[in-house]
């Protein structure tokens, strides 16, 4: 099975009532193709030069995809803005800023390939279980792409107040993506972490570099140096992927066990992530369905928003793994980064699921499943993807 073989193969439309009226935010509708939104954004800072803080969008959308999401500027221009990847259009004012409160939900229209006739088949019925009973609502990948050759989290090392590695990890930790460009670049931080000056000189501008000058700046007056100041200097955006990432990733580890816990093993399947492997239910029975679809998991963080004592053993044992405790689970700095606070449901009901089969175009004697369905704001697509393919998916 092929997923993304084409962007135009992977569709996603955010769902929100929030309509032009009047105020100061101007409200715009981003529609992107083989770009991230983080990188989105950067580009309408530097082309409009507005500051990032008067930005504010509700969530991050797929870069391999055809992707549609809203935002807004404060004091924005009254205009619309046209990229290679992206268009931003104006569509009006509204009074407060387009955050992740304001989107209900998310449509998708996907096409997975290069299938046989028997796998076709085996997703179709895989689809009407997921209607009956749900799919587990774990993270999926595109949640942990920070997650580089170290296996460890920024997010860990930045709560323990481990400074110095927190920004290793965050600036010349190896990824397995990394292009040509980015790999050169990583290599010289390793190569000159603790000399800044020389480190600073050998950079190309960037981001990066701005960092590094920062303690450059340190060594250079004889000054301690500020692992703590420089680590507050990455963009607001990498570190609020660093927390996500994280806290997702505890998140999914209490899922599983929860599962581990509530469905016979013989109807469990491992499915192996890049956070991690996790159990995924083949099937689940009506009574399995109906307790699980009533449980929500908080999101880990020092002090999490339930009172379901469950709930929050599961958390303690997770960390307990983890060699933590509840209370380190808090960001003491910068003030302006904070782990999020909630709940979040450990089944998904996808009722308007909806499957049509068809030859495919792009594979000689191949099938190709168009799948149409709405989910929750935060819940992957991909997750539901995997869960109607798990035989090609299990380890």
């Not at 088949?121 to 209607?131: K, P, S």
């Not at 993506?177 to 990583?186: G, I, T, V």
């Not at 599983?256 to 109807?267: N, T």
């Not at 339930?306 to 060699?323: F, P, Y």
């Amino acid at each position: 099975m092929k997923l993304k073989s084409r962007p135009e193969d992977f569709r996603v439309e955010e769902l929100t009532s929030v309509a032009p009226s009047r105020g100061a935010f101007a409200l715009y509708r981003l529609t992107k193709q083989s770009i991230g939104t983080v990188e989105v954004i950067s580009q309408i800072v530097e082309q409009w030069n507005i500051p990032r803080w008067r930005i504010s969008y509700g969530g991050l959308k797929d870069r391999h995809a055809i992707t549609v999401q809203y935002l807004t500027i404060q004091d924005g221009p009254q205009t619309s803005l046209q990229q290679t990847l992206f268009e931003l259009e104006f569509l009006g004012h509204v009074d407060r800023a387009f955050t992740a409160s304001d989107i209900s939900g998310n449509r998708f229209e996907l096409v997975l390939r290069d299938m046989t006739a028997d796998e076709v088949d085996a997703a179709v019925a895989a689809a009407g279980e997921v209607r009956r009973s749900g799919f587990a609502n774990y993270y999926d990948d595109q949640r942990f792409g920070s997650l580089c050759d170290s296996g460890e989290w920024v997010a860990k090392a930045w709560c323990l107040g481990d400074w110095e590695r927190a920004l290793w990890l965050a600036l010349a930790d190896p990824h397995p993506f990394d292009r040509a460009a980015e790999k050169r670049q990583k290599e010289i931080l390793r190569e000159h972490w603790g000399r800044w000056g020389e480190c600073k000189q050998a950079l190309d501008k960037s981001h990066r570099r701005s960092v590094i000058t920062f303690l450059a700046d340190k060594e250079a007056v004889s000054k301690p140096i500020d692992f703590r100041g420089a680590f507050g200097c990455l963009s607001i955006d990498l570190r609020g992927l660093y927390l996500s990432a994280w806290q997702s990733a505890v998140w999914n580890r209490m899922l599983d066990r929860l599962l581990r816990s509530s469905v016979d093993a013989s109807r469990l399947r491992d499915l192996e992530l890049r956070a991690g492997i996790v159990a995924l239910p083949a099937s689940l029975t009506k009574d399995e369905a109906a307790a699980l679809q009533n449980v929500e998991l908080p999101f880990p963080s020092a002090k999490p928003r339930t009172d379901d004592e469950a709930a929050l053993a599961l958390l303690d044992a997770v960390l307990q793994d983890e060699g933590l405790e509840r209370r380190q689970l808090r960001i003491k700095h910068p003030k302006d980064s904070f782990f999020s606070k909630g709940v979040r449901p450990a089944l998904i009901n996808v009722e308007s699921l909806w499957a049509s089969i068809d030859d495919d175009e792009l594979h000689r004697d191949r099938r190709k499943l168009i799948l149409n369905f709405d989910l929750p704001r935060g819940s992957y697509a991909t997750m539901l993807v995997k869960r109607l393919t798990l035989a090609e998916q299990i380890v």
